[in-house]
């Protein structure tokens, strides 16, 4: 018989098949992949949840603390302002410590362990709670759960990318879902929480919230056999400390013709000329000191990292640095938007919010036109204005980018003003200056224009923020990149609280506070003007800085192409 011939094989007991021919063939079974796509829509629906459930309570914190425990309005927009920062300061420590010691996946299961418990918490705090201990068990509640947020926030994104090979079609269509994602999660809660929250009750809203991370806290427990787990790396920071120890004990070195060159790579730093991957820049020369071989480097038979570091190294420091002062000029912009927390809300309460004769639409729930808005506005920004803004200007870079969102904060604050105007112009003209919770006669409606720009304006500052930060940042502090973007979004939340102080104290000594808890009666039209003037000055002086900033440059790189922006799919592919 040819021996090409397949006949019915004989099964032999050492877990290998025998054809009539004898060929063997082996019947041992192979553990199935780890990662992919099944591992990648766990955790997509984790996120997804751990958003509905941060969202559901973020949402409408305002209205609870106003409504229920009482606080002024001031008070309370600085106590959500400080709490929403205290959550986006938090990933910082997060992101170091899944780097650093326990990994992405320990990191993400203590946290969302927390964040559970914190929610538990809350709910029983507003239910079970007496009501002298309500607020204290309350505050407890609400900062575990920003504990909890600062270890799942800055590593979630990453782990789900870490279930991919190298394969950009597959990213590109994962951060589509994971962004699907976010914002069906978010404006879920908006729609839904908030409404059980106003008409049925705080005990059934954030029961439902404590549900959905109970949920999500078991599905991410299911799919803990497929996860590709990473091991953490150690500190970056030491890194970066090497390079600045090293650029002052060489502080009188320098660098001539006639010396020994600099250090190239890590594992040949003896004034031989490797291959290297970033570029060098001339910006903040100082520290290229650090990588300049004297006499002391040639005579020592291994690299002292404390004294020589490789180029990539001092790179990677200055590609850091030269993210800071992008970084402070977004923190106005996140002062603004924080806005939509807090007196956007109060805003709309006091406005006629009617669809039809038998429902009110909850004030809180007009941030969902936010989330709609992108939706609309990232399919247009990548199918028309990206490919006309390439035809025309050869393309937008990221700082560009970033610079329109803050031009459209700008433009919000103004429109808020005068609208904000024109509703205590209304409630003078029908005698409702001293009944503060009075139906003004305007419709809820005129808030809808400030909210669909902080839609657009998310689009284009907040991905450009994530962009920036993911692209620019050395690869083994990825984490810490995101976390960094993040802590913004806090940073800002304590500006906009510090501004509050700084309004009520000027023009307490001037008459009234502008932010009293008679909306009629304040003028928060005169605390948009501030801040639009604010965020006026903050443009200017941003647009000075990115004028100097100098793109990540890998050798090889076209000049000319580097930090163009790119679509949302191209953009995509290249994040990981």
């Known amino acids: 018989m040819n021996s090409s011939s397949v006949t019915p094989p004989m099964i032999d007991t050492d877990h290998r098949e025998k054809t009539s021919a004898g060929d063997e063939i082996s019947t041992e079974r192979h553990p199935k992949p780890k990662g992919g796509w099944n591992a990648a829509i766990v955790v997509i629906f984790v996120e997804m949840t751990e958003r509905f459930a941060f ?28 709490w929403v920062g205290v959550s986006s300061i938090f990933p910082l420590v997060g992101a170091f410590i ?27 705090s507003v239910s079970v709670v007496p009501m002298e201990y309500r607020r204290a068990v309350f505050y407890t509640a609400l900062y575990i759960l920003a504990v909890g947020e600062g270890g799942h926030k800055p590593c979630v994104q990453t782990f789900a990318a870490d279930q991919f090979d190298d394969d950009k079609a597959v990213k590109s269509s994962f951060f589509n879902w994971w962004y699907l994602g976010i914002v069906f999660g978010a404006s879920s809660a908006v729609l839904v929480v908030i409404y059980l929250q106003d008409h049925v009750s705080w005990t059934v809203g954030f029961g439902v919230l404590a549900g959905a991370l109970a949920a999500a806290l078991v599905m991410f427990l299911m799919g803990i056999k497929r996860y590709r787990k990473q091991s953490p790396t150690g500190s970056p920071f030491t890194s970066m400390l090497q390079v600045f120890v090293a650029a002052a004990r060489k502080w009188r070195v320098t660098e001539t013709p006639s010396g020994h060159g600099i250090c190239y790579q890590d594992q040949d730093c003896r004034g031989q000329c490797r291959s290297r991957t970033l570029v060098r820049t001339n910006q903040l020369r100082c520290l290229d000191k650090a990588m300049i071989i004297d006499d002391n480097d040639v005579s020592t038979k291994t690299r002292n990292p404390w004294r020589l570091c490789p180029l990539n190294q001092v790179e990677e420091v200055k590609l850091v640095l030269r993210l800071i002062p992008i970084w402070l000029g977004c923190l106005m912009y996140c002062a603004v938007i924080v806005l939509v927390h807090t007196f956007f809300i109060k805003q709309g309460s006091t406005m006629i919010r009617s669809i039809g004769p038998h429902f009110q639409v909850p004030p809180a729930a007009m941030q969902s036109l936010i989330g709609f808005t992108i939706l609309i506005t990232v399919p247009i920004y990548d199918r028309i204005f990206i490919p006309m803004a390439r035809k025309v200007t050869g393309g937008i870079t990221i700082l560009q980018r970033i610079g329109v969102g803050l031009f459209l904060s700008v433009l919000m604050m103004v429109i808020a003003a005068i609208v904000e105007a024109k509703r205590v112009s209304a409630a003078k003209e029908h005698g409702l200056i001293d009944t503060p919770k009075a139906t003004v006669p305007m419709s809820v409606w ?27 940042v050395p690869e083994v502090m990825r984490s810490i990149g995101a976390a960094a973007y993040i802590s913004v979004v806090g940073i800002g939340s304590f500006v906009n609280t510090a501004i509050i102080t700084v309004v009520q104290l000027i023009s307490a000594r001037h008459g009234k506070p502008w932010l009293g808890n008679n909306l009629n009666q304040a003028h928060l039209d005169y605390f948009y003007w501030v801040l639009a003037g604010l965020s006026a000055v903050n443009l200017f002086v941003y647009v000075l800085m990115a004028r100097c900033f100098v793109y990540k440059r890998v050798g090889g790189d076209d000049m000319k192409e580097e930090g163009k922006g790119l679509s949302l799919n191209s953009y995509l592919d290249e994040q990981i």
């Not at 224009?449 to 692209?471: K, R, S």
């Open 55 to 82: 969202y559901g309570l973020a949402a409408n914190l305002i209205t609870y603390l106003t409504n229920n425990l009482g606080e002024p309005t001031a008070t309370a927009a600085k106590n959500v302002n400080t």
């Open 98 to 124: 899944a780097d650093s010691y326990l990994g992405r996946f320990k990191t993400i299961l203590l946290s969302s362990i927390v964040f559970f418990l914190g929610m538990v918490l809350l709910s029983l």
């Open 446 to 472: 005129w808030l809808l224009p400030q909210y669909m720009i902080c839609g657009i304006a998310d689009v284009f500052t907040i991905v450009g923020l994530q962009e920036l930060f993911y692209d620019q």
